[in-house]
């Protein structure tokens, strides 16, 4: 059931023109950043979108004019694990795994999961319970199991919200998800 949410609803996103994800987008970045979740975070991880996500390097280019240290990741693809760095210039990023934007080499420089105020998660779909389904490979969902002290917000475009997504036991939920049209408290 997992896979053919994740195929349909990958479908429908990737229909979506360039203006409706760039104005969906921009709608979901200004409830994003009058949540107190985010005035209240220094240090908000981000992931940098592509494929049609909801768009984040906006949002991450906002942050780091802020007095915030936008987080992003880079994948490390033998083990499905992410290094976490901190993003000074948008210069410092190159086409990496996956064809998405990281962190060059040179470029990292390295935190701990355990500073991190807000995890700003990535997903194919969502439902009001916080459950996820990404793309498969299992990252987030070990970054969320680990982060102990951070915010889990999701973004998504409303049509990713959908009734329920079959949890798994190595799934980890977030705590609330931001959309076009709505916040969503996933823990009440």
């Not at 499905?80 to 086409?95: C, Q």
């Not at 036991?169 to 969503?184: G, N, Y």
Request: with cysteine; glycine share 4%; net charge neutral.
């Amino acid at each position: 059931m997992k896979e053919r949410l994740r195929k349909e609803l990958t479908r429908i996103r990737n229909n979506l023109s360039e203006l409706e994800v760039l104005e969906k987008s921009k709608r979901i970045k200004k409830r994003l950043f009058a949540i107190d979740e985010f005035k209240e975070a220094t240090t908000i991880l981000f992931y940098i979108s592509y494929d049609n996500e909801v768009f984040t390097h906006g949002m991450i280019k906002e942050c780091m004019s802020m007095e915030k240290k936008a987080i992003v990741p880079k994948s490390i693809t033998k083990d499905n694990t992410l290094i976490l760095s901190e993003l000074v210039d948008w210069n410092d990023l190159e086409i990496g795994s996956y064809n998405i934007l990281e962190p060059k080499s040179k470029s990292i420089k390295e935190v701990s999961i355990n500073l991190i105020d807000l995890i700003v998660v990535p997903g194919v779909g969502f439902d009001e319970s916080g459950h996820r389904i990404g793309h498969g490979k299992g990252y987030y969902d070990d970054l969320l199991k680990n982060s102990k002290k951070a915010s889990h917000i999701g973004l998504a475009f409303e049509f990713q919200i959908v009734d329920k997504i079959p949890a798994e036991r190595h799934d980890f939920p977030v705590d609330k998800i931001v959309t076009e049209e709505r916040f969503i408290d996933c823990l009440k």
